[in-house]
């Protein structure tokens, strides 16, 4: 099995009127999608966010878990916290997993849309079960990431479905659905 580690992107973002920026870090995301992550045997959980105050906010968050009181408090959230770290940008992320791995890591992003590289659970659980290459996956803060960054990802995952018209679904919901259909247990074989 690959590696499989997890980027949270705050920039370059869209707001709801289309405009790129850069999202707030919220406390729940940090700490939710370690859990879910460390859950699904996650190796590392990049924040990524390319201002200072914004990083500053990340890693008192991280640290008080990981180091201060609360690895006390909560031993449960500090182990979940332990794979999470702070990234000023995507590339970064990249790099550091190709200095851990030895090799590029294929790097997958979410988007409630579809593109020319879009592919399916199906195929990522696949490029995991064959082990050749760490994959980063990427997830998208605000309304999505901007379009040109997107272009230059090896692969686009699928939009999730609901059963109803409405799709925006909370970036923690979105990763904890995502993991488990790529890297849980395959229930529908049971």
Request: hydrophobic share 40%; charged share 20%.
């Amino acid at each position: 099995m690959a590696n499989l580690y997890l980027g949270l992107v705050h920039y370059p973002i869209y707001n709801k009127n289309m405009k790129v920026i850069a999202t707030a870090v919220t406390n729940f995301d940090i700490h939710d999608i370690a859990r879910t992550a460390r859950t699904y045997d996650v190796k590392g959980y990049f924040l990524i966010h390319p201002l200072n105050e914004q990083a500053k906010i990340i890693q008192k968050i991280t640290d008080y878990w990981q180091n201060g009181y609360g690895r006390v408090y909560n031993p449960d959230r500090c182990k979940a916290l332990e794979i999470a770290s702070y990234c000023p940008s995507i590339a970064e992320a990249a790099a550091t997993i190709e200095q851990i791995e030895k090799t590029k890591p294929v790097i997958i992003t979410t988007d409630a849309r579809t593109y020319e590289n879009t592919v399916s659970y199906g195929f990522v659980r696949n490029l995991l079960a064959q082990g050749d290459k760490p994959v980063l996956l990427l997830f998208g803060t605000g309304y999505g990431i901007e379009q040109e960054t997107m272009k230059s990802f090896d692969y686009i995952l699928e939009p999730i479905v609901g059963a109803g018209f409405y799709n925006h679904l909370c970036v923690r919901s979105a990763a904890a659905i995502i993991m488990d259909r790529i890297a849980g247990e395959n229930w529908w074989d049971k």
